[in-house]
């Protein structure tokens, strides 16, 4: 009861504040990995390799029920979201002294390397169309089909929008993010 799931439109977390609780939907979820770290008696840890969408806190009760005992989180730590992983963590002290000596910047990662989307530079017309909403041609030397989004970037590699491919081998801006109309 205690997520962002909703139910007529009402996230359960807001029905489980009031005292409410309604019937779930069961849901197919996808468990890569599910390993015992560490067993004691009156706790256990486990590492789950999940696919997006998968509650740990409800696949915990589950296992809980199933075994016969009953079973809650006392600690939830993710290890890893989409391309991130615990290397990619930083203290509040090096990003302070990141901040300090003017380097931060070089800690962002490029969206390009975030979304895994391919990637289109635009010439300088390119660009302004992008900006201004209007749509580009792929040329050759980008490889995509009919529906696939690809990344625009101007000459700096700015982000400029997300395109998509339609069948008239056109690609038109979905979400035009950076810069003023040109």
Same mark, same amino acid.
């Given at each position: 009861?205690?997520?962002?799931?909703?139910?007529?439109?009402? $996230?359960?977390?807001?029905?489980?504040?009031?005292?409410?609780? @309604?019937?779930?939907? $069961?849901?197919?979820?996808?468990?890569?990995?599910?390993?015992?770290?560490?067993y004691e008696e009156t706790e256990s840890e486990l590492v789950v390799d999940c696919a997006p969408g998968t509650?740990?806190?409800?696949?915990?009760?589950?296992?809980?029920?199933?075994? /016969?005992?009953?079973?809650?989180?006392?600690?939830?730590?993710?290890?890893?979201?989409?391309?991130?992983?615990? =290397?990619?963590?930083?203290?509040?002290?090096?990003? +302070?002294?990141?901040?300090?000596?003017?380097? #931060?910047? =070089?800690?962002? #990662? $490029?969206?390009?390397? @975030?979304?895994?989307?391919? @990637?289109?530079?635009? =010439?300088?017309?390119?660009?302004?169309?992008?900006?201004?909403?209007?749509?580009?041609? $792929? /040329?050759?030397?980008?490889?995509? =089909?009919?529906?696939?989004? @690809?990344?625009?970037?101007?000459?700096?590699?700015?982000?400029?929008?997300?395109?998509?491919?339609?069948?008239?081998?056109?690609?038109?801006?979905?979400?035009?993010?950076? +810069?003023e109309s040109r």
């Amino acid at each position: 009861m205690y997520s962002a799931v909703k139910k007529d439109g009402v $996230p359960l977390h807001r029905l489980a504040r009031k005292g409410e609780e @309604v019937e779930r939907e $069961p849901k197919r979820v996808r468990i890569h990995r599910l390993e015992l770290a560490r067993y004691e008696e009156t706790e256990s840890e486990l590492v789950v390799d999940c696919a997006p969408g998968t509650y740990v806190r409800v696949l915990a009760s589950d296992l809980g029920a199933r075994l /016969g005992c009953g079973a809650h989180l006392r600690c939830l730590r993710r290890l890893r979201s989409g391309p991130f992983d615990t =290397s990619h963590l930083l203290t509040a002290e090096q990003l +302070g002294k990141d901040a300090e000596e003017g380097v #931060i910047e =070089s800690r962002l #990662i $490029p969206p390009a390397e @975030v979304m895994g989307l391919p @990637v289109l530079t635009l =010439s300088e017309d390119g660009t302004r169309r992008v900006l201004n909403g209007g749509d580009v041609s $792929p /040329g050759a030397r980008l490889r995509v =089909s009919p529906g696939d989004r @690809v990344l625009l970037v101007d000459a700096a590699e700015r982000l400029l929008a997300i395109g998509e491919l339609r069948p008239d081998r056109r690609l038109w801006p979905l979400r035009v993010f950076g +810069g003023e109309s040109r």
